[in-house]
């Protein structure tokens, strides 16, 4: 029997289909492995998603930051809509689940895409628990986010397994103790958790 109490599943690229970056960028050129590393890495991003600048800083500041044409209004009206909705077979995963297992988001997110994606209400109403960066003010893959996560969910990391499509937050997880995978889409992570017994 497992002594998983707790599934963590990161939501853009494993449970909701983010559109290509071409999308994001406005027909500017920036490879898409150029594109992860600086995003992942931005001051500006990781600020937008703890809650700390507004939609229009973060629009301005995204263009001057990656290097892009265009004005700050229309990256963020891209931005907005970037995420496409849910993966096919994503509530039917959440539904196979195990008994007993509670079902969590951790998300490097802003109230943008939360509120307003393509299937919002659809997305929220798969989980038990809500971990958001820009309301814990907290970002991945910075252990401290994971460390407030295990003390909201008061819940020690050996009992939880987190998955993610990026390997920066999984080694952020692994750094204090959790089971972290690295899945993209909806049929990695059914492989991880069946792999670890956690689907009914």
């Known amino acids: 029997m497992t002594s998983v109490r707790v599934v963590i599943f990161d939501m853009g690229g494993v449970l909701v289909k983010l559109g290509p970056v071409s999308d994001l960028l406005g027909g500017d050129e920036l490879a898409a492995d150029d594109f992860w590393g600086r995003w992942l890495s931005s001051e500006t991003v990781r600020e937008f998603e703890s809650g700390k600048c507004s939609v229009e800083e973060f629009g301005d500041r995204a263009v001057a930051d990656l290097g892009l044409t265009g004005s700050g209004a229309d990256f963020v009206e891209r931005f907005r809509t970037w995420p496409k909705g849910l993966f096919e077979g994503a509530e039917e995963l959440i539904a196979d689940i195990a008994d007993g297992v509670e079902v969590a988001v951790l998300s490097n997110t802003n109230a943008l895409h939360w509120e307003t994606q393509v299937d919002h209400e659809r997305v929220k109403a798969l989980f038990d628990r809500t971990f958001l960066s820009y ?20 819940i020690a990391a050996e009992h939880v397994v987190f998955l993610d499509d990026n390997q920066v937050n999984v080694d952020g997880a692994r750094q204090v103790g959790i089971d972290a995978a690295l899945t993209k889409g909806v049929d990695e992570a059914r492989a991880a958790l069946a792999e670890r017994g956690l689907l009914s």
């Open 135 to 154: 309301e814990l003010g907290l970002a991945k893959p910075d252990t401290e986010i994971f460390e407030a996560v295990l003390a909201q969910l008061d």
